[in-house]
T-cell receptor, first 113, second 114 residues
Framework: GEQVEQRPPHLSVREGDSAVITCTYT??????FFWYKQEPGASLQLLMK?????EINEGQGFTVLLNKKDKRLSLNLTAAHPGDSAAYFC????????????FGKGTSLTVIP | ETAVFQTPNYHVTQVGNEVSFNCKQT?????MYWYKQDSKKLLKIMFS???????VNETVPRRFSPQSSDKAHLNLRIKSVEPEDSAVYLC?????????????FGSGTRLTVL
């Protein structure tokens, strides 16, 4: 089945610096990709979703890049602030097998003021 | 806006007891899930269920069982809890009919087994 590898497991940056989290996956049939944010003591909230081919999506202070050729998904926080401190999870959707959603192991991001 | 509702938020119990967690979604989704998140924040799928099919992760112990009355509800029962069951249990839902299927999570139930 699909395997999703997320790196790094822990990331610490100073306020205003950029932060990059990367996921790679194995199933070339995967076609929906997601980033979730989990603040301490809270549940997972959808941050952004991207679909098919090479795509760049931009949100509030972050950019998501999908490269299907390399089977790589990345989340780039352009200017981190303390409110970005959280755990981030990538997820890959594949309709092969029962699971449908395959999650990375998460990245714990700490933004130092 | 919360659309996947879980109760209780916290539960503390002793080894051997039975517990039950509730989950309801108001999104009109056709598929619901239970995930277990351990102390290292690793997410593990336990069950996937729509109104036609229950799919069980074969690594889930038999003391865990999902219970559904309709497609908007999926409860989780643990027949006899063990210390390793201490974790956060996350309910989620999605719609396989949608072309852009997205997973939405509830707030979670934190179980502590003494």
């Amino acid at each position: 089945g699909e395997q999703v590898e997320q790196r790094p497991p822990h990331l610490s940056v100073r306020e205003g610096d950029s932060a990059v989290i990367t996921c790679t996956y194995t199933d070339p049939n995967s076609y929906y990709f997601f980033w979730y944010k989990q603040e301490p003591g809270a549940s997972l909230q959808l941050l952004m979703k991207v679909f098919s081919s090479t795509e760049i999506n931009e949100g509030q202070g972050f950019t998501v890049l999908l490269n299907k050729k390399d089977k790589r998904l990345s989340l780039n926080l352009t200017a981190a602030h303390p409110g970005d401190s959280a755990a981030y999870f990538c997820a890959v959707s594949s309709h092969t097998g029962y699971q449908n959603f395959y999650f990375g192991k998460g990245t714990s991001l700490t933004v130092i003021p | 806006e919360t659309a996947v509702f879980q109760t209780p938020n916290y539960h503390v119990t002793q080894v051997g007891n039975e517990v039950s967690f509730n989950c309801k979604q108001t999104l009109g989704h056709d598929t619901m899930y239970w995930y277990k998140q351990d102390s290292k924040k690793l997410l593990k799928i336990m069950f996937s269920y729509n109104n036609k099919q229950l799919i069980v992760n074969e690594t889930v112990p038999r003391r865990f069982s999902p219970q559904s009355s309709d497609k908007a509800h999926l409860n989780l029962r643990i027949k006899s809890v063990e210390p390793e069951d201490s974790a956060v249990y996350l309910c989620a839902s999605s719609s396989r009919r949608d072309s852009a299927e997205t997973l939405y999570f509830g707030s979670g139930t934190r179980l502590t087994v003494l």
